[in-house]
């Protein structure tokens, strides 16, 4: 009963938020800037301080500081892990633990951290170079694939067992890319940065369940608590807008990975207790990610003015012409030749009064 509970206010949360489209302003969504370098589009409209558009080193230095960052990371990262891997110690081994059943050995996840690094600070790079648009969408669409592969990770327990996983992973890359480079302005943009929220928000909701699931098997351990907690802030942290918060946050993944495979426990073994993975929760979890991606998205969506929906707003020859909520009104240059009752029916401006209006 719970379960359907559940997942009942989760598809309730994600319809309001869907509705909550109907509002946007289509009008009012601005021109896409254009690369100083290649010179194509962009998914972003003019920004001062970006791409050229005033001072814009501050910027630059930014990305390309966190892309050294996230090389650092990813190298360290790539070290500890094979080092570890290659010079077996149970007492720095860290296990992830499935169901309170499936023991797994964390390299593979480590791993998948360091990759998630590198191709990040990739993506970092061809966004200095070239800019958020079409031709930076197959170097995103690597990043977010990393995301998915982390995921699923999560779900098996630490290793992949999925024969199918790998097509389900190339048709995913080939529909993010596909539709990223088909889709016209401003829905290639929305659709490259909703469906990576979708992910974004996955990882904080899986980060976040593991934490917790953690904290409840094992009270007394506060390094695998913290352990937990800093992937929790640090995947918090790359949502973030901001870009230097990458040259934070990998650090803090190297860090962790260090401590997962160096640093030895007084505990019999260091383990992290992954969130369980029955059906009904993976629906919610998977609702709620595409709830809080299409929220995300939408906030950043202009809406219609109010007073466009209110029956008491005065209709004049400016608020039809500029607003363009008739067109054909505009055609004419008299407001006497065509009164409003000929468009909108009944108890409008008769034809050649121009003193009254339309409630």
């Known amino acids: 009963m719970g379960h359907c509970v559940a997942i009942t206010f989760a598809l309730l949360f994600l319809l309001i938020v869907l509705g909550s489209y109907v509002t946007v302003d289509n009008q009012e969504i601005p021109e896409h ?76 996840f480590d791993a998948l951290l360091g990759v998630y690094s590198l191709v990040t600070a990739l993506t970092g790079i061809m966004f200095l170079w070239v800019d958020v ?42 529909l993010n890319t596909g539709l990223s480079i088909f889709l016209t302005w401003p829905y290639d943009a929305l659709w490259f940065k909703t469906q990576g929220l979708c992910l974004d928000w996955s990882l904080v909701i899986q980060f976040t369940r593991t934490y917790l699931n953690t904290k409840k098997h094992i009270k007394n351990d ?47 073994r260091k383990v992290i207790h992954l969130p369980d993975t029955n059906h009904w929760k993976v629906a919610v979890v998977t609702i709620l990610s595409l709830t809080l991606a299409f929220l995300t998205t939408r906030l950043g969506l202009p809406s219609i003015e109010e007073g466009y929906f209110n029956s008491s707003v005065v209709l004049t020859e400016e608020t039809l ?36 209006t339309s409630n």
């Open 222 to 268: 506060a390094a695998s608590v913290f352990h937990i907690f800093g992937n929790i802030v640090s995947t918090i942290w790359i949502y973030d807008a901001s870009s230097f918060t990458y040259a934070i946050s990998f650090p803090v993944y190297a860090y962790f990975v260090y401590l997962d495979t160096q640093a030895i426990t007084v505990l019999p």
């Open 321 to 356: 012409c500029e607003d363009k909520l008739e067109d054909k009104f505009c055609e004419y240059s008299d407001w006497g030749k065509l009164g409003l009752g000929g468009l909108y029916g009944d108890g409008g401006v008769s034809g050649g009064d121009d003193s009254k």
């Open 133 to 174: 648009g079409k031709i930076w969408a197959p170097f995103g669409a690597l990043h977010n694939a990393v995301e998915l592969v982390i995921l699923v990770n999560m779900h098996y327990g630490g290793r992949i067992i999925s024969n199918t996983f790998l097509g389900i992973l190339s048709l995913y890359i080939m």
């Open 33 to 108: 800037d254009f690369s100083k370098f290649t010179g194509y589009p962009t998914w972003h409209p003019p920004i001062d301080g970006m791409n050229g558009k005033g001072n814009d080193e501050q910027s630059a230095t930014t990305i390309l500081f966190s892309a050294v960052m996230m090389i650092i990371s990813g190298y360290l990262i790539m070290k500890w892990t094979s080092r570890s891997q290659n010079n077996y110690n149970k007492r720095k081994m860290t296990f992830f633990i499935l169901n309170d059943d499936k023991t797994v050995p964390t390299f593979g």
